[in-house]
């Protein structure tokens, strides 16, 4: 069982970069992002469930990001746009929780990609 984030990379104020998170295995009835600052702890970033497609996002990241899958390749995917110098962290796909919103509720994760935005 493993998930598999890439994507990261320096980004410029304003930009887009689009996460992935391959995961191997087995199927997730649902999956999530969090993010984790220098110095900060870990925060939830943007949910999906499988079967529903309902989706979840925090508040600081709602209309910029947006979460998607792609069931064949089972790979979820974060599309991040319009990015900010603030949103600069190392970005963990996550999946089995036991509470969508905090991280300590969670099973597995993935190694995490950084995102650098610069100002």
């Not at 970033?45 to 529903?52: C, D, L």
């Not at 110098?85 to 919103?101: H, I, L, Q």
């Not at 991280?103 to 995490?112: F, I, L, S």
């Amino acid at each position: 069982v493993q998930l598999q984030a890439s994507g990261g990379g320096l980004v410029q104020d304003g930009g887009s970069v689009r996460l992935s998170c391959a995961a191997s295995g087995r199927t997730w009835s649902s999956m999530s992002w969090f993010r984790q600052a220098p110095g900060k702890e870990r925060e939830f970033v943007a949910f999906e469930e499988r079967n529903s497609g309902r989706t979840y996002y925090a508040d600081s990241v709602k209309g910029r990001f947006t979460i998607s899958r792609d069931n064949a390749k089972n790979t979820v995917y974060l599309q991040l746009n319009s990015l900010k110098p603030e949103d600069t962290a190392v970005y963990y796909c996550a999946a089995e929780n036991k509470g969508v919103y905090s991280a300590p509720n969670y099973n597995y994760w993935g190694r995490g990609t950084q995102v650098t935005v610069s100002s």
